[in-house]
């Protein structure tokens, strides 16, 4: 069983679109995390959830929106899809209070 | 602010080199953690090893092993007999204690190249 799960792996869009991005955990952890990773491979958190509720929100573009159903699902939904969203983007989990972080395999989004 | 440079962007060796990748941090907390991932060619992010900031003992495991030094701010990080298999990026990362919900600061990733 994969513990930390994202679909799709891989998507292919056209600029304006909206699309999302699923993400879930079977390791009973209380946060989750999207990380970005861009081009030139640097990694970036997007957002952090614990317990369904919103923790971190760096500077990201109104236009991507976290949903956490429940503490074991993070999705990630994003409007209005333009070029520079094109990227790598990983589900993380984690325990409470360890710092490690468990990801997902990465959904590699392109925007045409 | 946390901050994690990570200063050689590419290495390249042969076959059963060692290889050594530096990672220096900067951060005003004095309890942290420190981590290595292995990012290999088919994109997934592998954990490799988590430190606390309390324990600075050097750590061994199989070819790998790690050097972390609070008085330089480093957590190197050494590969043996390096293999084709250890090809990949590696990223050393940061996580404040004091910081809501664990967020990890990656450095920009070291791309290791063994060639045969």
């Known amino acids: 069983d994969t513990a930390v799960s994202q679909t799709p792996k891989y998507l292919v869009t056209q600029m304006g679109n909206d699309k999302s991005i699923k993400c879930e955990q079977n390791l009973g952890h209380d946060t989750m995390y999207w990380y970005k990773q861009d081009s030139k491979k640097f990694l970036k958190i997007m957002f952090s959830?614990?317990?369904?509720?919103?923790?971190i929100n760096e500077t990201v573009p109104n236009r991507f929106s976290p949903k956490s159903p429940d503490k074991a699902h993070l999705n990630l939904h994003i409007n209005s899809l333009e070029l520079g969203d094109s990227a790598v983007y990983f589900c993380?989990?984690?325990?409470?209070?360890?710092?490690?972080?468990?990801f997902g395999e990465g959904s590699r989004l392109t925007v045409l | 602010a946390q901050k994690v440079t990570q200063a050689q962007t590419e290495i390249s060796v042969v076959e059963k080199e060692d290889v050594t990748l530096d990672c220096v941090y900067e951060?005003?907390?004095?309890?942290?953690?420190l981590f290595w991932y292995k990012q290999p060619p088919s994109g997934e992010l592998v954990f490799l090893i988590r430190?606390?900031?309390?324990?600075?003992q050097n750590e061994i495991s199989g070819r790998y092993s790690w050097n972390f030094q609070k008085s330089t701010s480093s957590f190197n990080f050494t590969i043996t007999a390096s293999q084709v298999v250890d090809s990949a990026v590696y990223f050393c990362?940061?996580?404040?204690?004091?910081?809501?919900?664990?967020?990890?600061?990656f450095g920009g990733g070291t791309r290791l190249m063994v060639k045969p």
């Open positions: 959830y614990n317990n369904k509720e919103l923790i």
């Open positions: 430190r606390n900031s309390f324990d600075e």
């Open positions: 990362a940061l996580s404040e204690a004091g910081n809501a919900g664990n967020m990890l600061t």
């Open positions: 951060t005003r907390d004095t309890t942290y953690y």
């Open positions: 993380a989990s984690s325990p409470m209070n360890t710092g490690e972080l468990f």
